[in-house]
Nanobody, 114 residues
Framework: VQFVESGGGVVQPGESLTLSCKIS???????VGWYRQAPGKEREFVAK???????NYADAVKGRFHISRDAGKNTVYLHVTPLKPEDTAVYYC??????????WGQGIQVTVSS
């Protein structure tokens, strides 16, 4: 399984950002999502989405984060607007893959700073 995450970087508060995660696998992917880990904190759940397009979000991000996927491209996205300084973290894409179970990307840094 290979993950290619992109879209991170340094942004100013109030701006928007879209993270992408392309997943390469021979197996089906019933579920995808995102977690994040801020400096000095534990990794926390952000959002997830199933093949039935059921979406769940952490309370801290509801209304600002939107998860979507392109099943044909095996790609999951996380759109964030507006960004806040407390969104600064390493964001990890994950996939629940048939046969294999949960797998994680390498993480991508998002820094929100003026």
């Amino acid at each position: 399984v290979q993950f290619v995450e992109s879209g991170g970087g340094v942004v100013q508060p109030g701006e928007s950002l879209t993270l992408s995660c392309k997943i390469s696998t021979r197996y089906s992917i019933p579920g995808v999502g995102w977690y994040r880990q801020a400096p000095g904190k534990e990794r926390e759940f952000v959002a997830k989405m199933t093949t039935g397009n059921d979406m769940n979000y952490a309370d801290a991000v509801k209304g600002r984060f939107h998860i979507s996927r392109d099943a044909g491209k095996n790609t999951v996205y996380l759109h964030v607007t507006p960004l806040k300084p407390e969104d600064t973290a390493v964001y990890y894409c994950y996939a629940n893959i048939a046969v294999l179970g949960d797998r994680w990307g390498q993480g991508i840094q998002v820094t929100v700073s003026s």
